[in-house]
């Protein structure tokens, strides 16, 4: 079954503007990403966070994993106009042996206005 | 230089025919992927394959086959096609299959999809 649901569904914001998305999920899980997809894109990693951190920082982006919650958000900073997508948490766990997979959220449209 | 390509972008059929999308990647991982992105974009993984073995085959019809004639490739043939099988297909890759090595579930790389429509 699905693992991440994400809220909202839409953000629409104005440049400049910091953009927040949340990621709840159910099981236990190993590490946490999110994903970017362009309209009419495939998806593009944004970031990795491990299930033993609490945050994580890659340029204008800050993910938070708060694993008692089962629950992520990314912080876009300074939104600009390039930042409008989709996008996804995906969330990895132990599995049987090699055979773990991504389960993906339903994602996030961001809509940043110029 | 595209890192991981699929073809065809778009794939438009009748209904019953049987088509095959193709994916390579020249990254250099051990494992490819294939997913279903529905209208609602929900992303759900079908198939992956690390040195050409079947490593994940979820419950996908047996009308969907794919195939890894080596590891970087992975195509993705379907029979008998049905309306509901119109959806967009990606095609991703990975560095080492997940549950192996430092950190399991390795970033993974996608194509740009195929958008397969069913008339």
């Known amino acids: 079954s699905q693992q991440g649901e994400e809220d909202p569904q839409a953000l629409s914001i104005q440049e400049g503007e910091n953009a927040t998305m949340n990621c709840s999920y159910k099981t236990s899980i190993n590490n946490l990403q999110w994903y970017r997809q362009n309209s009419g894109r495939g998806l593009v990693h944004l970031i990795l966070i491990r299930s033993n951190e609490r945050e994580k920082h890659s340029g204008r982006l800050r993910v938070t994993l708060d694993t008692s919650k089962k629950s992520s958000s990314l912080l876009i900073t300074a939104s600009r106009a390039a930042d409008t997508a989709s996008y996804f948490c995906a969330t990895g766990s132990y599995g049987d042996g090699a055979t773990n997979k991504l389960i993906f959220g339903t994602g996030t449209l961001l809509a940043v206005q110029p | 230089d595209t890192a991981v390509s699929q073809t065809p972008k778009y794939l438009v059929t009748q209904m019953g025919n049987d088509k095959s999308i193709k994916c390579e990647q020249n990254?250099?991982?051990?494992?490819m992927y294939w997913y279903k992105q529905d209208s609602k974009k929900f992303l759900k993984i079908m198939f992956s394959y690390n040195n050409k073995e079947l490593i994940i085959n979820e419950t996908v019809p047996n009308r969907f086959s794919p195939k890894s004639p080596d590891k970087a490739h992975l195509n993705l043939h379907i029979n008998s096609l049905e309306l509901g099988d119109s959806a967009v297909y990606f095609c991703a890759s990975s560095q080492d299959p997940p549950g192996q090595g430092t950190y399991s579930n390795q970033p993974q790389h996608f194509g740009d999809g195929t958008r397969l429509s069913i008339l």
């Open positions: 990254l250099g991982h051990d494992t």
